[in-house]
């Protein structure tokens, strides 16, 4: 047993005390680490890999957050917190706003290297900090912090949610290469990696504000529905207005299910430039 579940402070922070981790702690990392980043390559967007090679993130063990802090903050002004688990929400928006990311401590067991439902230290570590070291991202999740501080005092907080869910979680991405993954749900995934991309049974909608705050999802699955953005610059624009009119806006709306379609979608196609030269191609041969 480990000193990393001691009691938290006021606003949640407990140490690290990284010395505690046992052996087989860091051996579950390696194992994690090691799967993730033969899936990733290919899989993950150049952003995402470029972020864990540039904070030193290895599969030795679980990192200082300490040491990584100290990287994080000369490239983007972020810093990691450590925390016990999920926080209030005020607490949660109150450190993002404030550029400092809470992650967790505790790593998974052994029996749970597939699948856990609260975020773990690998989770946090591995899934959500290489994309702090981009400095849009990194802008993005800031404003996120702000824009869930106004949510929670206009009531409005699970349409927010939503947001996060479909971007900071579960966002896709269209490059040049082909479609990849941001989301670090899916980056701390062996499964959903390899099924995001290429299974035929989810939806991948090109991203859209208000859709996807509409959009309800599931936490006990992989998702039915990937919102693909075309940069991250899209991103931190498309969130960049005030909230509360779209909140006003989008209240009589029906909720829109994790699994279904909605009018005026667009499909991100990877093919659809081909396809839509062949059809004119077939059109002009009539
Ligand atoms: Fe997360």
């Known amino acids: 047993m480990t000193g990393i579940r001691e009691e938290a402070?006021?606003?949640?922070?407990?140490?690290?005390?990284?010395?505690?981790y046992t052996e087989e702690q860091h051996a579950i990392w390696r194992l994690l680490f090691e799967r993730q980043q033969r899936l990733l390559v290919g899989r993950a967007c150049g952003e995402c890999l470029e972020g864990l090679d540039a904070l030193g993130v290895e599969a030795n063990g679980i990192p200082d957050f300490r040491r990584l802090s100290d990287v994080l903050d000369a490239?983007?002004?972020?810093?990691?917190?450590?925390?016990?688990?999920?926080?209030?929400?005020?607490?949660?928006?109150?450190?993002?706003?404030?550029?400092?990311f809470p992650s967790t401590c505790f790593i998974r067991r052994r029996d749970q290297l597939d699948y856990l439902q609260e975020p773990d230290v690998f989770h946090d570590i591995c899934g959500h900090v290489p994309l702090l070291m981009n400095p849009i991202f990194a802008d993005y999740l800031q404003a996120y912090g702000e824009g869930g501080l106004k949510a929670l005092k206009l009531g409005h907080l699970q349409r927010?949610?939503?947001?996060?869910?479909?971007?900071?979680?579960?966002?896709?991405?269209?490059?040049p290469e082909g479609l990849r993954i941001y989301g670090s749900g899916i980056l701390s995934s062996a499964g959903e990696s390899v099924y995001c991309l290429k299974d035929p049974r989810p939806h991948r909608i090109r991203f859209d504000l208000r859709r996807i705050m509409r959009?309800?999802?599931?936490?006990?699955?992989f998702q039915q529905t990937y919102f693909v953005i075309d940069d991250f610059q899209q991103l931190f624009d498309a969130t960049r207005p005030d909230f509360a009119p779209i909140y006003r806006e989008i209240a009589a709306l029906a909720d829109i299910?994790?699994?279904?379609?909605a009018p005026g979608d667009r499909n991100y196609d990877p093919d659809g430039r081909r396809k839509k030269m062949g059809r004119k191609f077939a059109a002009a041969q009539v």
Not at 215 to 221: F, G, K, N, Q, S
Not at 257 to 261: A, F, N, T, V
């Open 9 to 20: 402070a006021a606003d949640f922070s407990i140490q690290q005390d990284w010395h505690e």
């Open 215 to 221: 959009t309800r999802y599931r936490i006990d699955d």
């Open 257 to 261: 299910e994790p699994d279904e379609l």
């Open 160 to 175: 927010l949610a939503r947001l996060y869910w479909y971007t900071v979680e579960f966002g896709l991405i269209s490059t």
């Open 75 to 100: 490239a983007t002004g972020w810093r990691i917190v450590a925390v016990p688990g999920l926080v209030p929400d005020d607490v949660f928006f109150t450190l993002l706003a404030g550029r400092q």
